[in-house]
C-alpha cells in the first residue's frame, strides 16, 4: 500500500498538471514585439465560456479578470522600460469564434513594426560569447543595447556625426553619414572594436 507521503506527492502533481493544461487551454494568442529595450512576449488567455482574461508579458501576469459576461472587448496594459502602451482587442468573429488582435501605441502591430523599421535601426552581435542587440532611435538618437539605455558621447565629424559608447570592455560607435539621396537620408552604421556590424532585420 502506498504511504500517506507519495499520495499527497501524487496528488500535487496532478493538480499542478492539471492548472497547467487549464491554464494552456484558454491561451488563444501570442505576439512577440521588438522594442528598444527588448522583445517581449505577449500572452493572451481567454475562457470563452466563463469569459476569463489573462494579459502575461514576458512570462509575468499583468491582467486577470475571472468572471466576464461580455467576451468581446478590449484590454490595455503597459510593455517594456519605456511603458508602451498595448492594447489587445477582442472581436466577434461568428458564432463562438474570435479575433485577437494587438495594438501598440494605437496602431496595429503590422503597421507599429513598419513604422518602427523607418525610426530605428537595430543590431544584433556576439562578444565574447554573449549576445547584445543594440538599438538606436533616430529621432532621440537614444542607444539601448540589452534593455539599458547607454550612456553615449556624440560628436561632430567631417562626414557626419559619431555616437560613442561601450559594451564591456569594447568600444562601440554609431556613425551617421549622409547618403546623398534624399529618399535614403541618414545612412546609420554600428562599428564595434574597428569591425562595421550589419544590420539586423526584426
Same mark, same amino acid.
Given at each position: 500500500?502506498?504511504? #500517506?507521503?507519495?499520495?499527497?506527492?501524487?496528488?500535487?502533481?496532478? $493538480?499542478? $498538471?492539471?492548472?497547467?493544461?487549464?491554464?494552456?487551454?484558454?491561451?488563444?494568442?501570442?505576439?512577440?514585439?521588438?522594442?528598444?529595450?527588448?522583445?517581449?512576449?505577449?500572452?493572451?488567455?481567454?475562457?470563452?465560456?466563463?469569459?476569463?482574461?489573462?494579459?502575461?508579458?514576458?512570462?509575468?501576469?499583468?491582467? #486577470?479578470?475571472?468572471?466576464?459576461?461580455?467576451?468581446?472587448?478590449?484590454?490595455?496594459?503597459?510593455?517594456?522600460?519605456?511603458?508602451?502602451?498595448?492594447?489587445?482587442?477582442?472581436?466577434?468573429?461568428?458564432?463562438?469564434?474570435?479575433?485577437?488582435?494587438?495594438?501598440?501605441?494605437?496602431?496595429?502591430?503590422?503597421?507599429?513594426?513598419?513604422?518602427?523599421?523607418?525610426?530605428?535601426?537595430?543590431?544584433?552581435?556576439?562578444?565574447?560569447?554573449?549576445?547584445?542587440?543594440?538599438?538606436?532611435?533616430?529621432?532621440?538618437?537614444?542607444?539601448?543595447?540589452?534593455?539599458?539605455?547607454?550612456?553615449?558621447?556624440?560628436?561632430?565629424?567631417?562626414?557626419?556625426?559619431?555616437?560613442?559608447?561601450?559594451?564591456?570592455?569594447?568600444?562601440?560607435?554609431?556613425?551617421?553619414?549622409?547618403?546623398?539621396?534624399?529618399?535614403?537620408?541618414?545612412?546609420?552604421?554600428?562599428?564595434?572594436?574597428? #569591425?562595421?556590424?550589419?544590420?539586423?532585420?526584426?
Amino acid at each position: 500500500m502506498a504511504s #500517506r507521503e507519495e499520495i499527497t506527492v501524487c496528488e500535487d502533481e496532478v $493538480r499542478s $498538471r492539471y492548472s497547467y493544461l487549464e491554464k494552456m487551454t484558454d491561451l488563444v494568442a501570442v505576439w512577440e514585439v521588438a522594442l528598444s529595450d527588448g522583445v517581449h512576449k505577449i500572452e493572451f488567455e481567454h475562457g470563452t465560456t466563463s469569459g476569463k482574461r489573462v494579459v502575461y508579458v514576458d512570462g509575468k501576469e499583468e491582467i #486577470r479578470k475571472e468572471w466576464m459576461f461580455k467576451l468581446v472587448g478590449k484590454e490595455t496594459f503597459n510593455v517594456g522600460a519605456a511603458k508602451t502602451k498595448a492594447t489587445i482587442n477582442i472581436d466577434a468573429v461568428s458564432g463562438f469564434a474570435y479575433e485577437y488582435t494587438l495594438d501598440i501605441n494605437g496602431k496595429s502591430l503590422k503597421k507599429y513594426m513598419e513604422n518602427r523599421s523607418k525610426t530605428t535601426n537595430t543590431w544584433v552581435l556576439s562578444l565574447g560569447g554573449t549576445d547584445y542587440r543594440v538599438v538606436l532611435e533616430k529621432d532621440t538618437m537614444d542607444v539601448w543595447c540589452n534593455g539599458q539605455k547607454m550612456e553615449t558621447a556624440g560628436e561632430f565629424v567631417e562626414d557626419g556625426t559619431e555616437t560613442h559608447f561601450s559594451v564591456g570592455d569594447h568600444s562601440c560607435c554609431i556613425k551617421a553619414v549622409s547618403s546623398g539621396k534624399r529618399k535614403e537620408g541618414i545612412i546609420h552604421t554600428l562599428i564595434v572594436d574597428d #569591425r562595421e556590424i550589419p544590420e539586423a532585420v526584426e
